[in-house]
């Protein structure tokens, strides 16, 4: 079966290579490639040649950052999710081989040997953007070390899967299966605790001196025998990556490639959960692009309690609560909640400190954050139309205005990712409590946050308005669907829809915050910081207008709209 599955995987790349290149006959495809193309290119020129490679000290800092940030991938696989895509079988591949006489470890191999394709790309383009002067190592070597660490992740992420899928489905039976790889995870997570438990003393002594000795205190315990142990699984991975010279990367390849086979192993070893996962996840796959509704899940999970529907009621009310369950019900969500509960924690944390620098640091930077995702949250939150585009004929079948629908669908989004850039909000209120001598006292600061939860959801409405508008006009120059397209010439394409999106929002936010700001000016002299309520009302008024008229025009148009149009872009 080897020749054939070698055949299969040369096929179905030569096949996608060509639609690849047929694609740039389409002028949004060209113009994002070149686009993508010039943007990796000024990365790579701007990389300056070093004299030198580079120090002990810098590579040990580089390793023990790279092995965090590995552990927090594995984190990842282990609590929040799972590689999936390497169980990406097509509806064709479950019919023909799963049915056929093929052993399922072969069927693990032959996916294993899909998922290469993914990992020589990026190992391509990562080797082609790090320069040679900053790892001290030839480009092959490099190349290899990158194919080592990321063929290690995804078989890791991929063994996670099936541990976290037999957990699920066979419950204590399956942790009886598993308890070599649960003790070994276990006890992981119990060393990593340990360590961050002792070395906390010492990390608090230090940060009252200064953040030069907090770090030193930081490296110290890293290296020490707790925090050495934990980490030596990750440090091992990543350590070929940061070699200074020929003898060190041959020093560590060798630790590096064990560890790659000990996951090929574990991975080969996988019980029936594998095919049950895979047959799964390839027809739920299918039935989300044919734009059918998917089952619910046998097994039950943990998620945001969410408000009942009412058996009566606007129709257009269903649709907006219907997108923001499932974009609540995401695991996306649980990350997102932990990180910000996290932030939240952290920012009372060090507004207690008697040094303020940490606190405004990280309060700026939160709402820096909020800023950018005023022009690039609406390009990555996606549950409204340009998502359900392609179940238009059944949209069409609900007793809906255009208007309505344009409205609820782009409603949904707005409220997601309003509700993001509060939460980052927050967290800079809770940093500045340290009072910053160049910002407004904690009256004014609450004030400021007040009037950012009103103003905040006008704004992103008009922002998915823009958004939405382009997936009704533009169709051919939008991805419509909920996968998310990979390679150079989707980064050019994000990068055209940013641009083009931001010049949009700034010409439709004139005539509002002209109003606004007019108003302010005005009524400044005798009302103070009081009128700043008479221009957000100005500015949240013309804000509606325009948003009314922007609803009306796209509802015509999407009542107009042809659905073969919108699933030939699926």
Do not use: C
Not at 489 to 513: S, W
Request: hydrophobic share 55%; proline share 6%; charged share 15%.
């Amino acid at each position: 079966m080897n020749g054939a599955y070698a055949y299969l995987v040369a096929r179905s790349l030569r096949n996608r290579l060509t639609r690849q290149v047929a694609r740039l006959r389409s002028p949004r495809y060209l113009l994002a490639l070149l686009l993508g193309l010039a943007y990796l290119s000024l990365i790579v020129g701007q990389q300056h040649s070093a004299p030198t490679p580079p120090s002990a000290e810098t590579s040990r800092w580089a390793e023990l950052l790279l092995a965090v940030g590995v552990m927090l991938a594995v984190t990842w696989a282990w609590v929040i999710g799972s590689e999936r895509r390497a169980l990406a079988f097509s509806p064709a591949e479950v019919t023909f081989l799963f049915a056929g006489p093929v052993p399922r470890r072969e069927l693990i191999r032959f996916k294993l040997l899909v998922s290469q394709t993914v990992v020589l790309f990026n190992v391509a383009l990562w080797t082609f953007l790090l320069s040679r002067e900053r790892l001290g190592v030839s480009a092959w070597v490099r190349a290899l070390s990158l194919w080592t660490l990321l063929t290690t992740l995804s078989l890791h992420r991929l063994g996670a899967s099936f541990v976290r899928t037999s957990l699920l489905e066979h419950g204590r039976h399956g942790a009886r299966r598993r308890v070599v790889s649960l003790a070994i995870g276990v006890g992981v997570a119990l060393t990593l605790v340990w360590a961050v438990a002792d070395a906390l003393p010492e990390l608090r002594t230090s940060w009252a001196v200064g953040l030069r000795a907090w770090l030193a205190a930081l490296g110290e315990a890293a290296d020490g025998p707790i925090a050495g142990v934990a980490l030596a699984p990750f440090r091992l991975a990543v350590r070929p990556l940061v070699a200074r010279s020929g003898d060190e990367w041959l020093r560590a390849i060798g630790p590096a490639t064990l560890l790659l086979v000990a996951h090929f192993v574990w991975v080969l070893r996988a019980d029936a959960a594998f095919e049950e996962s895979a047959a799964e996840f390839a027809f739920a796959r299918a039935r989300a692009r044919a734009g059918r509704p998917q089952p619910a899940p046998a097994v039950s999970r943990l998620r945001l309690p969410t408000p009942r529907l009412a058996p009566t009621g606007r129709p257009a009310t269903a649709i907006a609560w219907k997108n923001t369950v499932a974009a609540l019900r995401s695991p996306r969500t649980r990350l997102v909640l932990t990180v910000y509960t996290g932030g939240a924690l952290i920012a009372g944390w060090l507004a207690t400190l008697d040094d303020p620098a940490p606190a405004e640091a990280l309060g700026w930077l939160v709402t820096m954050w909020t800023g950018f995702l005023l022009v690039a949250g609406p390009q990555w939150i996606r549950n409204d139309l340009r998502g359900d585009l392609l179940k238009l004929d059944l949209l069409r079948s609900y007793p809906l205005r255009g208007a309505s629908l344009v409205a609820a669908e782009t409603a949904s989004s707005a409220l997601i990712l309003t509700g993001l850039q509060l939460g980052l909000l927050v967290i800079g209120w809770l940093a500045f409590l340290v009072d910053p001598v160049d910002l407004p006292g904690l009256p004014g600061r609450t004030a400021l946050l007040a009037l950012a939860l009103v103003l905040l959801p006008a704004v992103n409405g008009l922002g998915m308005l823009l958004h939405n508008g382009a997936a009704l006009l533009l169709p051919g120059w939008t991805h419509i669907g909920t996968g998310r397209p990979g390679g150079v010439e989707a980064l050019g394409q994000n990068m055209l829809v940013l641009i083009g999106f931001a010049a949009l929002l700034a010409v439709v936010l004139i005539p509002p915050a002209g109003a606004g700001a007019g108003i302010y000016l005005l009524l400044e002299r005798p009302l103070g910081y009081y009128a700043a309520v008479p221009a957000a009302a100005a500015l949240l008024g013309l804000a509606a207008v325009e948003g009314m008229v922007m609803v009306r025009w796209l509802g015509r148009v999407l009542e107009r709209l042809d659905p073969s149009t919108t699933a030939a872009q699926a």
